[in-house]
């Protein structure tokens, strides 16, 4: 983190920096008790104060998973290291390690798209290239998912909660549209856009909850500014008739699911609702 030159080649450094990330990792979790007592775990400053320590390890841990896992595998790494930061936190009621989980997603896609974006990057020839893309989407669905993997006892979700749940939902759409965008022959790639565009909408019909509503707008709308974009800049005089009408037919579609489908209710609705 220093910049200095020779700091991350240091006798024991991995050691120091795992034990570094360990120590702040309880702390932050005996740091979120102590707040969950004093606040109730319910306000936004209670979320923000809690996840700092979890966030500020997960970086850590991001550092030495970069280091060895290499550029190619460390955002699959990380995904797998999100997974275990959003179980330990169902497990030990710790929202803010699922918060650090979205955090390590995040680094993570960010990770791959440097990779992907660099000249004549390996990345884009891999072999395993679509199922580690795969992967990582299914790790942003399960750390989404996590949130909901909650106690009777805990309180429901709030906004800063909802909030997380489609910023990782977010990554998942923006890793899916970014890697068809970069890697997919041009010939595709519009095609191959809307298609994955269309798969969120299709989610919103299996999963009717908000946030997948949310992440299919964002996810449609970026991917029809970033076509626009490079189909001007490929052919500045062309026809954008066909992108154009093409989102308008899926936001009609998307539009037609939010108001007709019900919205699912908070888990544990019933269950406060009788103890009013």
């Known amino acids: 983190y220093t910049g200095k030159e ?7 450094f991995t050691a120091y920096t795992l034990l570094l990330a360990a120590y702040t990792f309880v702390g932050g979790y005996r740091g ?3 707040l969950a007592r ?6 936004t400053d ?5 996840a700092v320590p979890y966030i500020i390890a997960t970086g850590s841990a991001a550092a030495i998973v970069y280091r060895y896992a290499g550029q190619s595998q460390a955002s699959v790494a990380l995904a797998a290291l999100a997974l275990v930061l959003a179980g330990l936190g169902v497990a030990l009621r710790a929202t803010g390690l699922k918060f650090s989980a979205v955090t390590a997603l995040a680094v993570g896609a960010g990770v791959w798209f440097y990779t992907l974006n660099q000249t004549g990057s390996a990345l884009a020839q891999h072999a395993w290239l ?3 893309l795969l992967a990582q989407a299914a790790a942003c669905i399960a750390v989404e998912r996590s949130f909901f993997w909650r106690r009777e006892s805990e309180n429901p979700l709030g906004p800063t909660e909802h909030a997380a749940q489609v910023v990782a ?7 899916g549209a970014g890697t068809l965008s970069l890697a997919t022959p041009p010939g595709w790639r519009t095609v191959l856009v809307f298609a994955h565009a269309f798969a969120w909408i299709g989610a919103c019909v299996l999963l009717v909850d908000p946030q997948f509503r949310w992440t299919a707008l964002l996810v449609l709308l970026a991917s029809v500014t970033w076509l626009a974009y490079i189909q001007r800049s490929a052919v500045p005089g062309g026809s954008m008739v066909v992108l154009v009408a093409t989102a308008a ?3 009609a579609v998307l539009f037609a699911i939010w108001f007709i489908l019900p919205h699912r209710s908070l888990p544990g609705g019933p269950h406060l609702a009788a103890h009013k």
Not at 46 to 50: K, L, T, V
Request: proline share 6%.
């Open 32 to 34: 979120e008790r102590f």
């Open 169 to 175: 939902l977010l990554i998942a759409g923006g890793l």
């Open 6 to 12: 020779g700091f991350a080649e240091q006798p024991y």
């Open 46 to 50: 209670y979320h923000a104060s809690a």
């Open 249 to 251: 037919v899926l936001l």
């Open 130 to 132: 679509w199922p580690m």
């Open 38 to 43: 004093i606040s109730g775990g319910r306000s």
